[in-house]
């Protein structure tokens, strides 16, 4: 069965600094997508940042970065120089058997994040 | 370009009632979806559409049925409401073609059922 696992349920950090949140995963398929989406308070649901299977470099977007270590399953997302508006709950999530039509993501039960001034 | 939108935002059931919740998107997605969300957890998959014309169930689909009714809509339907179904219900989409794997979800409704 497909299963994300995010072991820290909240984490604080000083604004300015870096931090990493957890994830790893459980699959038998090999071709799979990694994903990171952010819920602030008001509720919406941000997407964040991808990492394919596939891919040999780690993704990058902006502050955000994804530490993918295959061989142990895991997809830590790294915020650098944290702001105060990253306080919000991040998910991470996975869809196997990427390319199939119809795709379905399975979601880990979140990080909650809290930014210090 | 408003993405994925859904209708209403807020929704006050009894018990045995029954409604619709409604989903559109303008971004020309193949595929969309109906998740879950309740305290604590992840969002969990009720039911997807690969396509047009097509649907398929997702992790908990028990007391929802779902309509795909062109490209752009795709409605979640409680026919019998229950205390259990107090969530917030998403709809996200995805187009489904590479590079583009990510979901793009709407803004949530928020449903209560006493």
């Known amino acids: 069965a497909q299963k994300i696992t995010q072991t820290q349920p909240g984490m604080f950090v000083q604004e300015k600094e870096a931090v990493t949140l957890d994830c790893t995963y459980d699959t038998s398929d090999q071709s799979y997508g990694l994903f990171w989406y952010k819920q602030p308070s008001s509720g919406e649901m941000i997407f964040l940042i991808y990492?394919?299977?596939?891919?040999?470099q780690n993704a990058t977007e902006g502050r955000y970065s994804l530490n993918f270590q295959k061989a142990r399953k895991s997809a830590n997302l790294v915020i650098s120089a944290s702001q105060l508006g990253d306080s919000a709950m991040y998910f991470c999530?996975?869809?196997?058997?990427?390319?199939?039509?119809?795709?379905?993501?399975?979601f880990g039960a979140g990080t909650i994040l809290r930014v210090k001034s | 370009n408003a993405g994925v939108t859904q209708t209403p935002k807020f929704q006050v059931l009894k018990t045995g009632q029954s409604m619709t919740l409604q989903c559109a998107q303008d971004?020309?997605?193949?595929?969309m979806y109906w998740y879950r969300q309740d305290p604590g957890m992840g969002l969990r998959l009720i039911y997807y559409s690969a396509s047009e014309g097509t649907t398929d169930k997702g992790e908990v689909p028990n007391g929802y049925n779902v309509s795909r009714l062109n490209k752009r809509e795709f409605s979640l339907r409680l026919e019998s409401a229950a205390p259990s179904q107090t969530s917030v219900y998403f709809c996200?989409?995805?187009?489904?073609?590479?590079?583009?794997?990510?979901?793009?979800f709407g803004p949530g409704t928020r449903l209560t059922v006493t």
């Open positions: 999530a996975m869809a196997p058997k990427l390319m199939e039509y119809g795709n379905k993501l399975v």
């Open positions: 996200a989409s995805r187009k489904g073609e590479a590079p583009s794997y990510e979901q793009y």
């Open positions: 971004m020309n997605h193949n595929s």
């Open positions: 990492q394919g299977s596939y891919d040999e």
